[in-house]
């Protein structure tokens, strides 16, 4: 009877959360394609060559958004995967799990600019360093996580066995933050980092943020129309996706903070 | 910045990273968002199918050939 006090548990009702994903996802595309006409113009047009570097370090104003990405919705996936074993919402499930395709494309996508930006400027494609090699071990874990998912036939015990390896494998985030400064790595220091600020010619660092601002906006829309899928092949046409057509939902009733529980 | 197109597509001697970079990048995330659209028709026609099969079965004279 207290969960109609908390407003925030509203959008964790599967019909609920349809309806703001129809109306959010438009928006976050719109933003997303805005952010990266404008990130591709300065990076590619305002952006000057680098004077070490060439052109070749433009590859950084989508590695670097990639790499961020990949960490930063590993590390979301693994705060939905705490809510979930925590207190069983089942929102919280559906929202790690469609994180992780997203998290693992972001990250291959990360090693394989990473890889191309190399080539050029260390003279290979790869090497064993700590900021490269946790990297892939972040790759495995977003496949891992996907894997162990689905390999369980028990939805609910294949569930709780994925979210377990995500919050283990959480660890691995902040070392491969850290990875640049806690052992000698061939890939370059923290460009822009809490303490120092960034290094770098403010052209060069607006092309970085909107790309990163892109990013972001395109694994939201990707992962919320992804988790919205998921609920829909979760139910059955008896439920409430009766009540809603292919392009839209209805609002929700009018008073009710928090549908009970019992469909309508 | 650009000494006409052929400057900018050769990047200075950089361009199949470059390039090679930004296109799997545009190729993948349109693959997903694609691959996303069509998990979610899915979705829909199975929805769709299994009401009209119980809407069947409820109303057998009726409802055989919506």
């Known amino acids: 009877m207290n969960r109609r006090r908390i407003p925030w548990l509203y959008f964790t009702v599967p019909r609920n959360f349809y309806w703001l994903v129809q109306r959010l996802v438009p928006l976050i595309w719109a933003v997303a394609a805005v952010l990266a006409v404008a990130g591709l113009y300065v990076g590619f047009f305002v952006a000057p060559p680098d004077y070490q570097q060439g052109n070749s370090y433009r590859i950084m104003f989508i590695h670097v958004p990639t790499a961020w990405m990949g960490m930063f919705l590993y590390a979301l996936m693994a705060v939905y995967a705490v809510i979930f074993l925590a207190w069983r919402i089942k929102m919280a499930d559906v929202m790690a799990r469609s994180l992780a395709p997203t998290g693992a494309l972001m990250t291959a996508l990360s090693l394989w600019t990473g890889a191309l930006w190399g080539a050029p400027t ?9 900021r490269l090699t946790s990297t892939l071990l972040l ?4 496949l891992g996580y996907m894997a162990l998912y689905a390999a369980i036939d028990d939805r609910e015990k294949g569930a709780r066995a ?14 491969i933050y850290f990875s640049v400064e806690w052992w000698h790595t061939l890939h370059q220091g923290m460009s822009i980092s809490p303490s120092g600020g960034a290094s770098m010619a403010p052209s060069m660092l607006a092309a970085l943020l909107l790309g990163t601002g ?3 906006a395109y694994c939201a829309a990707v992962t919320l129309r992804r988790a919205q899928t998921e609920l829909l092949e979760r139910e059955d046409s008896t439920g409430w ?13 009018r008073g009710v903070a928090v549908p009970t529980g019992r469909r309508n | 910045m650009w000494d006409g197109i052929g400057d900018f597509v050769a990047m200075g001697g950089h361009a199949p990273y470059v390039w090679g970079s930004y ?6 995330l349109g693959l997903e968002a694609a691959l996303l659209v069509r998990r979610r028709q899915r979705a829909w026609t199975r929805l769709a199918r299994q009401a009209r099969r119980s809407t069947t079965a409820r109303h057998p004279s009726t409802g055989s050939e919506s």
Request: net charge negative.
């Open chain 2, 23 to 28: 296109g799997a990048v545009v190729l993948l």
């Open chain 1, 214 to 216: 892109a990013c972001w």
């Open chain 1, 241 to 253: 996706t009766r009540t809603v057509s292919t392009d839209d939902a209805p609002p929700a009733p």
């Open chain 1, 139 to 142: 790759l495995f874990l977003f």
């Open chain 1, 162 to 175: 994925a979210a377990l390896l995500a919050l283990i494998g959480v660890i691995n985030v902040p070392v």
């Open chain 1, 122 to 130: 260390w003279g290979t494609y790869w090497v064993w360093d700590a």
